[in-house]
């Protein structure tokens, strides 16, 4: 008998060094751009999905940032702003005419870093309703006509899986 032959083993390695690199260019691929954003034409009824995963990098406590603007122009106002601040609190705003109105802060926070959560806006008569991983978490009155905001955009520490409008 001849010498037993090793190259099975080392094919099954570069297979597996193959499957592990597809593996994180596939969770590459599957994520969204940061900032993003999306054209939306609101109406009652209306809900948007954002499904993704808090980062933490040098050791500061990542942000998370969804607006409803009324445009794509930086400057453009802003109907709902809604900022998570992780391990502190959430704050929301609106933005028209060139200043910032009245903060509303809750001194709650769902999110976890490095944790993956879901977080959903339904668009009501009078005001938004937000939903953190399927549970109601707050409310924010309707400051801007529903029918002016034409842009979502999504920023932050955050790697973004998913945002669906439906």
């Known amino acids: 008998m001849g010498r037993p032959s090793f190259g099975h083993l080392l094919q099954t390695d570069s297979h597996t060094q193959f499957q592990q690199g597809r593996k994180a260019q596939m969770e590459t691929m599957d994520c969204l751009p940061n900032p993003y954003q999306q054209s939306v034409s609101l109406a009652v009824g209306f809900m948007v999905k954002i499904m993704g995963n808090l980062e933490s990098s040098c050791g500061k406590n990542p942000e998370l940032v969804v607006d409803f603007c009324t ?36 001194f709650s926070d769902p999110f ?32 801007l006509p529903l029918q002016s905001v034409k842009m979502l955009k999504v920023k932050g520490d955050t790697v973004l899986t998913s945002v669906d409008t439906f």
């Open 71 to 106: 445009g794509i122009e930086e400057d453009s106002d802003i109907a709902f702003h809604f900022r998570v601040y992780t391990n502190s609190m959430v704050v929301m705003n609106s933005f028209q005419k060139g200043g910032w109105q009245e903060e509303k802060r809750m």
């Open 112 to 143: 976890m870093p490095g944790q993956p959560f879901e977080l959903r806006f339904l668009v009501l008569e009078n005001e938004y309703k937000v939903f953190v991983n399927n549970e109601s978490f707050c409310q924010f009155a309707h400051r």
